[in-house]
């Protein structure tokens, strides 16, 4: 069965600190990998999509896939509060398999 | 990213009654949608994928007598809840990917339904 693993937190990192999140994967094929980060009640939002090895940076954002490992992340450089949410991870074969997510505090 | 809109965002409704879910790709056209459920504190779960002019493809577990989804044009996908029953209850999501099979996902603002 194709799974996606994060870590359900919460993860609590103090204001300007980086904040790291964590992913793996089980299904070796999957060819596209995305972070998304979802607001309680709300509906997710796109933040990263990642498709080869190595780093992606989008202002504070930074995704990173190792394929062998089956694994990746995403850093949030000067964490605000406004970053508390949970982070979604998803790997993408045929279909976009989604994490249980990963629930971030920011605090003051 | 891509816009899709979704309607109503909240629906309460008596056990027993049916609840239409619409979902609209605004800037792009969409031959596959797809909709999701979360239930409280759980990830979104794949229900199905509705393919534009053809039958819809269920997940495993899912009954396809009970949600019914219908993609009558290439911007607008519905999901009918038929015969609604209080563990329905969740909040229901629907998606779409403007730039192949393997792009980015964006997704509705969800709906979620309360049954009584």
């Known amino acids: 069965q194709k799974e996606v693993e994060q870590n359900s937190g919460p993860l609590s990192v103090p204001e300007g600190a980086i904040a790291s999140l964590n992913c793996t994967y089980s299904?070796?094929?999957?060819?596209?990998f995305f972070w998304y980060r979802q607001y309680s009640g709300k509906s997710p939002e796109l933040i990263m999509s990642?498709?080869?090895?190595g780093d992606k940076e989008d202002g504070r954002f930074t995704a990173q896939l190792n394929k062998a490992s089956q694994y990746v992340s995403l850093l949030i450089r000067d964490s605000q509060p406004s970053d508390s949410a949970t982070y979604l991870c998803?790997?993408?074969?045929?279909?976009?398999?989604f994490g249980t997510g990963t629930r971030l505090q920011v605090f003051p | 990213g891509a816009v899709v809109s979704q309607h109503p965002s909240r629906v309460i409704c008596k056990s027993g009654t049916s609840v239409k879910i619409e979902c609209r790709s605004l800037?792009?056209?969409?031959?596959?949608m797809f909709w999701y459920r979360q239930f409280p504190k759980q990830s979104l779960m794949l229900m199905a994928t509705?393919?534009?002019?053809?039958?819809?493809?269920?997940e495993q577990g899912v009954e396809k007598d009970k949600f019914l989804i219908n993609h009558a044009s290439l911007t607008l996908s519905t999901l009918t809840v038929t015969s609604a029953h209080p563990e329905d209850s969740s909040f229901y999501i629907c998606?779409?990917?403007?730039?192949?099979?393997?792009?980015?996902?964006?997704f509705g603002e969800g709906s979620r339904l309360t049954v009584l």
């Open positions: 998606s779409a990917r403007p730039g192949g099979p393997t792009g980015e996902l964006f």
């Open positions: 299904d070796r094929g999957s060819q596209s």
């Open positions: 800037d792009f056209q969409a031959t596959t």
């Open positions: 509705s393919n534009e002019g053809s039958k819809a493809t269920y």
């Open positions: 998803a790997a993408n074969t045929d279909k976009l398999i």
């Open positions: 990642i498709y080869s090895n």
